[in-house]
């Protein structure tokens, strides 16, 4: 084939990136465009939370360098995807214009799930949390004061809470669970959190749900009523998985192999659209965090350029903190238990069959990632000095042959 | 690239390429009048139990895992080097849940920190190896 091959990204974000570093490092010449409905350079998502409170200003957003899109010959577009013709192998955009591709990656994303609550339409003021402009248009709406009502205590809503704080007379978070952070701490670590944020000012109304909204008022269950200025909905998202409906297997998420192929020919996804195996249950799932979607997306990109790529080592994994209170955990929480709790440290390492299967670690997480990796690489437990490790995190709990092939062999 | 290499066997747990490695970024020249009465946080680290040590810093993997997670674009490659921004970084220690070596950890100015086989202190051969008595640490090419 002398034609240059022509590969098409839709989405700017983190799988984006990744399969356009993918793509370039495996061909220097294709013809290669990004598709984005956001009218930004590649920004870092999860720093939305830290533009709220300051920490991170303008250029501090950037994913990627300013010259990023020269340096890897992109070309940019910035409008919406709002077809994918299979058969004609292109994607119709909302200006009306076509791109070719011959091979495809999704990497739309998730949004905002908004439960259907009555009387949403007579809220003045309320926000999903997950895209730049939401952040910016959040800042607008508090006009430096007001109380804020964040529906979800998850990490999107937490994050938003913490960067708002001192920004906001009274912040709430409301939640249908009974903890925070349901999706990755139990009871006892959502407990330490949660007072971390206490402690600042941030207030919670767990196990609670909303009835309905009357204007600035929200009814709960038990008939209490919360006003607030702003609100902020951050109950969940869901994969935007649309523009590939009928075209490829779809689940919760558009299901992908470790090539990170969809089951359509020539048109791949990554990131927080795709659904994929957890190597730490070996279920199916989505497991929408950034190194995940990078990973995935870098693998797509080596994979359409002609490059052979895997990534079959995908778990859920966080690390996320509060005001100073690091946060970092792994797997999924089912098996015998080690633990320790202590003032300062709570920990906790989940393990079954001679596996890992997940770890929580709050306010001391150094070396996290030495637990990390026996879940990733499903290390059998008997072949490491496993009482060791969960005392302490290192390269001592391995064989010394193991040490000498990870620290003196070549590079890996 | 060159390397930095452990040989266990010649370690001596006598932790002086921690301070040689705390060393290299105080721009004094007198270490112990520099860290004298500090407590230090290096980037590499002695691990040692029951007769056992050896030292441990960053691999500077082809396939840093580290790089590939970071949220916000801080950690690069740079000619083979795994390169902290300490500006860009904000502390979300996605890089220490990643790192399989442990070797990336919290700092005490806020950013991350890491072995830069001492590109932006020392220059030329790292501090840690210049520093050990016992040609535990060595700096070269093994492919």
């Keep these: 084939m002398n034609r240059m091959r022509q590969y098409v990204i839709i989405g700017n974000s983190a799988a984006g990136i990744g399969a356009a570093e993918g793509i370039r490092r495996t061909d220097p010449r294709g013809s290669l465009t990004v598709i984005t409905d956001e009218p930004h350079h590649t920004y870092s998502r999860p720093l939305i939370s830290y533009l709220l409170s300051g920490k991170v200003t303008g250029d501090g957003m950037k994913y990627r360098p300013g010259s990023f899109y020269a340096d890897h010959n992109i070309r940019l577009i910035h409008a919406a995807a709002m077809e994918i013709d299979a058969a004609g192998r292109q994607v119709l955009l909302s200006d009306g214009r076509r791109v070719p591709y011959d091979k495809l990656l999704l990497a739309a994303g998730s949004s905002a799930f908004v439960p259907p609550f009555e009387g949403l339409d007579t809220v003045r003021k309320s926000s999903a949390f997950i895209r730049l402009d939401d952040a910016r248009r959040l800042e607008g709406m508090l006009d430096g004061n007001g109380r804020v009502l964040i529906a979800g205590a998850g990490l999107i809503g937490l994050k938003c809470a913490e960067g708002l704080c001192g920004r906001a007379s009274r912040i709430t978070v409301l939640d249908l669970a009974p903890q925070i952070l349901s999706s990755i701490l139990d009871g006892g670590g959502a407990a330490r959190v949660q007072s971390r944020l206490e402690s600042r000012g941030i207030e919670f109304r767990l196990a609670a749900s909303i009835r309905r909204f009357e204007g600035d008022t929200a009814v709960l269950e038990d008939r209490e009523t919360l006003d607030f200025d702003v609100l902020v909905l951050a109950v969940g998202v869901r994969p935007n998985t649309a523009l590939l409906k009928g075209i490829a297997e779809i689940d919760r998420g558009i299901v992908i192999n470790a090539r990170s192929e969809t089951s359509a020919p020539d048109i791949y996804a990554a990131g927080d659209c795709a659904q994929t195996t957890d190597a730490s249950s070996g279920q199916s799932r989505v497991m929408a965090l950034l190194p995940n979607a990078y990973m995935q997306g870098e693998c797509a990109g080596i994979n359409m350029a002609g490059g052979e790529a895997a990534f079959d080592r995908a778990i859920p994994m966080n690390a996320i903190g509060f005001f100073g209170l690091p946060v970092i955990t792994a797997g999924h929480y089912t098996g015998e238990v080690y633990e320790k709790n202590t003032e300062g440290v709570y920990k906790r390492l989940f393990y079954s069959d001679n596996r890992l299967n997940g770890y929580i670690l709050i306010g001391q997480v150094e070396k996290a990632g030495i637990y990390t990796s026996l879940i990733r690489e499903r290390t059998p437990l008997d072949t490491i000095d496993f009482a060791l490790v969960c005392e302490k995190p290192g390269l001592m709990a391995f064989t010394r042959e193991v040490r000498q092939a990870r620290l003196g062999g070549g590079a890996v | ?143």
């Design chain 2, 1 to 143: 690239m060159k390397r930095v290499y452990v040989r266990e066997e010649w370690c001596l747990g006598c932790h002086l390429c921690e301070y040689y490695c705390a060393f290299a970024g105080t721009n004094e020249t007198d270490m112990a009048r520099a860290l004298k009465g500090c407590k230090i946080n290096p980037n590499i680290r002695i691990e040692e139990n029951d007769g056992v040590s050896f030292a441990v810093s960053c691999r500077h993997c082809l396939e840093p895992l580290c790089v590939k997670g970071c949220i916000t674009g801080a950690l690069t490659v740079s000619g083979g080097v795994v390169t902290i921004d300490g500006d860009r970084c904000v502390s979300c220690y996605t890089c220490i849940l990643s790192c399989p070596y442990g070797a990336v950890s919290p700092s005490d100015g806020g950013a991350v920190q890491k072995c830069e086989l001492c590109v932006k202190t020392a220059g030329g051969t790292p501090a840690c190896v210049k520093g050990c008595p016992n040609g535990a640490i060595v700096f070269e090419e093994r492919g």
